[in-house]
């Protein structure tokens, strides 16, 4: 089986960690007892020596892997369209459209990100998650990026570990915040519904930053910086702070519209199907050349019609 070598440094933050399990934290898709595998095989160093999986870590060492690549994935090729923004050997940047999953699940097996992926890059198959290493919810539009390498898509989720890789999005959210805000709220599992997360002192930390970019008569228009990136992050903070986002039927609250509010913009906001979100900006670390990367994206049209709307309301019943 074709084998993959690659680096990857420890996070300050896991000091006392046990290798095992710190690495089960940082490649999410193995498991603990397959890590472990690794390890008592020989094919896991750290800061050039091999380990053993009790080994307890000081933060920032440095880890060597000489791993066989994943199996070939079962998904089919399926030719998706995808609005490719950039693409070099290493990496993809993709415009995702409200409405299309990102990989297979419970209700979507095919005609997702991934199936595309796989028709568009055939190495893709050989990649866990055809090099998916983050996700946009369904309905959540605007920028991913995608590794073509294993080498690449462990630095990109390195990255991630170690908050290097920076996201903006736009909201779109019903009330009037008085000021943008830290939100800093530990997100996990719900107790009784397990597809909706929510704010929990058990689940993991979480930490999403807002700012007001423009205050209409009963919703604003907000920019949000991820700092973690937990399952519809943005989405539970914003819901949480009593701000859910405009469309979310999982996380919003009681539709309410602006008092005098237009037929056409009533009918808008009830119209809008889907969470006005809209991953905006993205920032990394190319992971061939090392080089720091900045693409933007501006949002779909039927959010910008919507803002536009929003605006026209407010200018109408100002003073």
């Not at 719900?190 to 704010?199: F, I, K, S, Y």
């Not at 919703?219 to 819901?239: D, K, M, P, Y």
Request: glycine share 6%; charged share 25%; proline share 6%.
């Amino acid at each position: 089986m074709k084998r993959v070598h690659f680096f990857l440094q420890i996070p300050a933050e896991m000091e006392g960690v046990r290798v095992d399990k710190a690495l089960a934290e940082l490649l999410s898709e193995h498991s603990r007892g397959t890590i472990q595998q690794w390890i008592k095989q020989g094919l896991v160093r750290v800061d050039g020596e091999i380990t053993k999986p009790k080994l307890k870590l000081c933060g920032t060492e440095i880890l060597e892997f000489t791993l066989p690549s994943a199996p070939p994935s079962q998904s089919p090729a399926q030719d998706i369209d995808m609005d490719i923004i950039d693409e070099d050997d290493h990496l993809m940047v993709i415009n995702k459209p409200a409405g299309l999953v990102v990989h297979p699940g419970a209700g979507n097996q095919d005609n997702t990100l991934l199936n595309g992926l796989l028709r568009h890059h055939a190495d893709s198959a050989f990649l866990p998650r055809a090099g998916i290493v983050h996700r946009l919810d369904k309905n959540t539009t605007g920028l991913m990026v995608v590794a073509k390498t294993e080498q690449a898509r462990q630095h990109l989720i390195e990255q991630l570990n170690n908050r290097e890789m920076h996201r903006q999005y736009l909201a779109l959210v019903n009330g009037v915040m008085i000021s943008g805000e830290t939100i800093d709220q530990p997100i996990g599992r719900h107790r009784n519904d397990r597809l909706r997360m929510t704010v929990t002192k058990s689940g993991k930390p979480a930490i999403t930053h807002t700012r007001v970019l423009h205050k209409f008569r009963n919703h604003c228009l907000l920019q949000a910086n991820l700092e973690t990136g937990r399952t519809h992050q943005i989405r539970v903070h914003l819901s949480w702070r009593g701000h859910p986002i405009v469309g979310d039927k999982h996380y919003g609250h009681r539709y309410r519209p602006p008092p005098s509010a237009s037929e056409n913009l009533i009918q808008s906001l009830q119209g809008f199907q889907r969470q006005a979100l809209h991953a905006q900006k993205l920032s990394l670390i190319h992971p061939h050349s090392g080089e720091q990367k900045t693409w933007r994206q501006n949002p779909p049209e039927d959010m910008v019609t919507l803002v536009k709307l929003l605006k026209e309301d407010a200018q109408t019943h100002s003073g």
